[in-house]
């Protein structure tokens, strides 16, 4: 992190197909090693098993699929007189998308079975119904921040 100067904030170009900003950066995320091709490939099909699947239009299923799994809170130590503590804090928004994402992925390579084309559908779908292991990493990092709440005049 630089100490002089705020890093540039680059933009992304919306996705090509769905026209999207959001799942042009998730496409980004899915991507490894470069081979942003594969990742598209993923991405796509995923959406495509959405909506036949579902019968809902695929990218209203994976905007509430990232509403849901978006945190709003989460903890951060702090070290005060000796004793580290669990200090509550608000996530700015740039960052609440990007744990989302980070989760949304991280949950679906670790489903068991299949390609990840399926995984990716099957954690897309159960985040929009409110469940799956994105939900649940939300959930308890929310349950984290709201038992630590004592310490949050430690916050600055």
Known sequence: MPRRHAAEHREIAPDPR????????FTNKVMVCGKKSVAERVVYGALERI??????????????????????????????????YQVPVEIRAERRSALAMR?????????????????????L??????????????????????ANRAFVHYRW
């Open 18 to 25: 769905y026209n999207s900003r959001a799942l042009a950066s």
């Open 51 to 84: 909506e036949a699947e579902g019968r809902r239009n695929a990218l209203d299923v994976f905007e509430q699929a990232l509403r849901n799994a978006t945190p709003l809170l989460e903890v951060k130590p702090r070290r005060v007189g000796g004793a580290t």
């Open 103 to 123: 989760w949304l992925i991280r949950s679906a390579r670790t489903r068991t079975g299949r390609s990840m084309v399926e995984k990716l559908a099957s954690e």
């Open 125 to 146: 779908l159960d985040a929009a119904n409110g469940q799956g292991g994105t939900i649940r990493r939300k959930e308890e990092t929310h349950r984290m921040a709201e």
